[in-house]
T-cell receptor, first 111, second 112 residues
Framework: RKEVEQDPGPFNVPEGATVAFNCTYSNSASQSFFWYRQDCRKEPKLLMSVYSSGNEDGRFTAQLNRASQYISLLIRDSKLSDSATYLCVVKGGTGANNLFFGTGTRLTVIP | EADIYQTPRYLVIGTGKKITLECSQTMGHDKMYWYQQDPGMELHLIHYSYGVNSTEKGDLSSESTVSRIRTEHFPLTLESARPSHTSQYLC???????????FGSGTRLTVV
């Protein structure tokens, strides 16, 4: 079983739509959670960390459900510039080799 | 402006050649990493380092080797490139105890 599982999509949504991505992780001891954004043929960039209490950054809202071991990302009022692949990332214990990346969910926002 | 640099950006090379992918960061980060990513696939950790003279193998087995002689520099070497090494190689760094990773722009390697 993979450490992190995501629906690969693609999600094709019109401008202005609200879209939600989910991700599940297998290790209940995981400590930190993130969403990264990766544009085509570019490097991943940190979008936001995910906290137990949930957090919001403008049009983006991240939620964590530890009991169900899933993480979500909600994007409101989608813009064309939101088109990218969104990577769910989970960190386990204290070692360096435990940052696990999902395969990513591809989003295309259509005019 | 990038704080972590990778060169070359693209590389096409023949089978059997020795290559070194360069990675340098100016943030003073102790931890550095090399990830491998095939198109449409997740990133896999192949090497990491906690600091100078520290190198460890990651979760994905790789025929490459790394060195960490200076804090800012973490090169990756393939002694004899093969077509199966064709992939994108991403270097990243983070602070000791920090969660956020900063990635370089990657090296897209093609071995023919």
């Amino acid at each position: 079983r993979k450490e992190v599982e995501q629906d690969p999509g693609p999600f094709n949504v019109p401008e202005g739509a609200t879209v939600a991505f989910n991700c599940t992780y297998s290790n209940s001891a995981s400590q930190s959670f993130f969403w990264y954004r990766q544009d085509c043929r570019k490097e991943p960039k940190l979008l936001m960390s995910v906290y137990s209490s949930g957090n919001e950054d403008g049009r983006f809202t991240a939620q964590l459900n530890r009991a169900s071991q899933y993480i979500s990302l909600l994007i409101r009022d989608s813009k064309l510039s939101d088109s990218a692949t969104y990577l769910c990332v989970v960190k386990g214990g204290t070692g360096a080799n435990n940052l696990f990346f999902g395969t990513g969910t591809r989003l295309t926002v259509i005019p | 402006e990038a704080d972590i640099y990778q060169t070359p950006r693209y590389l096409v090379i023949g089978t059997g050649k020795k290559i070194t992918l360069e990675c340098s960061q100016t943030m003073g980060h102790d931890k550095m990493y090399w990830y491998q990513q095939d198109p449409g696939m997740e990133l896999h950790l192949i090497h990491y380092s906690y600091g100078v003279n520290s190198t460890e193998k990651g979760d994905l087995s790789s025929e490459s080797t790394v060195s960490r002689i200076r804090t800012e520099h973490f090169p990756l070497t393939l002694e004899s490139a093969r077509p199966s090494h064709t992939s994108q190689y991403l270097c990243a760094s983070s602070e000791l105890g920090g969660d956020g990773y900063t990635f370089g722009s990657g090296t897209r390697l093609t071995v023919v």
